[in-house]
């Protein structure tokens, strides 16, 4: 049967023509021709995402602001400013480079980031840093507000430095207990000793970051002394004399221990407005908004060896959906454009986990009228009803182009009324800074 195949396969068989040929006849070898230039392929029409960009300019919409910094911070913010003056100059110079670096790629042709990467506010300086400096910047704003006011500095060490937040708190609790002896039974000396090697000190206290600065700063002493009724030494924290008279400080240093929360950056989103442009629905994103662990680039590997052996088996929809959601979480950001109805792009930058409800306040902040309803459509004209769903869960990520819609009852009611209406729908303050969408 195999040669039988063969024998037909041979008869049949054919030079393929090349372009403006015709098949030469199985049993004739037409004569060799010298090959043809290879003709350009004809340039691309526009993508259908660009004609859907296009299409959706009969929207509108915006988003805003950067959250300002709360004023209780003012005092720690202008100290360190001062204090990290030199250190910024240096910084600015080194960022300066980085974003000319970005804003220029090496590859001819290659097109600009959307944005130059991820940015944070540092809440003690009001200061903005990328990404990967976002630790250093807040752990020497810590560090330089030591010289203000130790004790506060100490305690942000703890609550910011350590991640394990459950042993943060078992530390903290037992310092509090420790503090509470001392506030209650101040005629006790054995309560104004702590010894350094006990064990309960040991496994919940001294493997805290910040921990012995704090005993320090709120007036605790380092004493080597003899043991009961042993020859052998060991070392103390020793509350000082002068501090017995100030016992509603340890009281004030025990609740702002339990209180305080980690210094966190806050995401800087970046806001930028664009005038109407055909390119709103290309996205040029940054490594910042792809960045993996090394454990996170491990599962990866391990996702794409599961993939090849999914690719031969029938999915359901369910097992579909569950392998975009994962997909989905490996992006810890994402950058968001809403167009207006007059084709005006809003953008900004959100936490991938985020929910959508940061979207909408980040618009309206950005309206004349912050009052007028709107709804935002993604992807299809599908509309956004839930704002407690999170980027990732809507499909929103790394970027996403959206359309704003007014509630029509209301711009009819607004027509009808006949008031001259602004031409912008988005505050002066941001068309003032409008940017061309490269």
Known sequence: MRKFFQEIKADLKFKTAGPGQKLSEPSRVPKEKPKAESVPKPRQGPTDEAQMAAAAALARMELKPKAKVPSSQEAIKNQVRKELMAEAAASEKEFSTEEKDVASPDKEGAAAPSVSGVYFICPLTGAVVRKD??????????????????????????????????????????????????????????????????????????????????????????????????????????????????????????????????????????????????????????????????????????????????????????????????????????????????????????????????????????????????????PGGLKLTDENLAFNECGLVPSALLTLAWDAAVMADIQASGEEQPASPLKPELLSRVQTLS
Request: glycine share 2%; proline share 4%.
């Open 133 to 378: 400096k976002k630790e250093k910047h807040i752990r020497e704003a810590i560090q330089s507000y030591f010289s203000v006011d130790p004790v506060a500095a100490s305690i942000m060490e703890i609550h910011t430095f350590n991640k394990d937040r459950e042993k943060v708190r078992v530390g903290v609790e037992t310092m509090a207990k420790y503090l509470d002896n001392i506030y209650l039974h101040p005629e006790e000396e054995k309560y104004r000793k702590i010894k350094l090697q006990n064990k309960v000190f040991q496994e919940r206290i001294s493997c805290l970051e910040g921990i012995h600065r704090f005993f320090q700063a709120i007036g605790f002493e380092t004493k080597t002394l003899p043991v009961p009724g042993q020859e052998t030494t060991e070392e103390y924290y020793v509350l000082k004399e002068e501090m017995l008279t100030k016992l509603e400080d340890l009281k004030d240093y025990k609740e702002q221990l339990l209180s305080s929360e980690p210094v966190r950056a806050q995401l800087d989103r970046q806001l930028c407005v664009f005038k109407p442009s055909p390119e709103a629905a290309r996205f040029e994103l940054p490594n910042d908004f792809y960045n993996l662990t090394a454990e996170e680039i491990k599962r990866e590997q391990r996702l794409r060896t599961e993939a090849v052996e999914k690719a031969s088996m029938l999915r359901t929809r369910a097992m579909r959906e569950k392998e975009e959601q994962r997909e989905m979480r490996k992006y810890n950001y994402t950058l968001v454009r809403v167009r207006f109805p007059d084709g005006y792009i809003l953008q900004g930058t959100f936490y991938a986990r985020e929910s959508v409800s940061a979207l909408y306040n980040f618009v309206r902040e950005a309206l004349r009228d912050d009052w007028l309803p709107f709804e935002l459509l993604g």
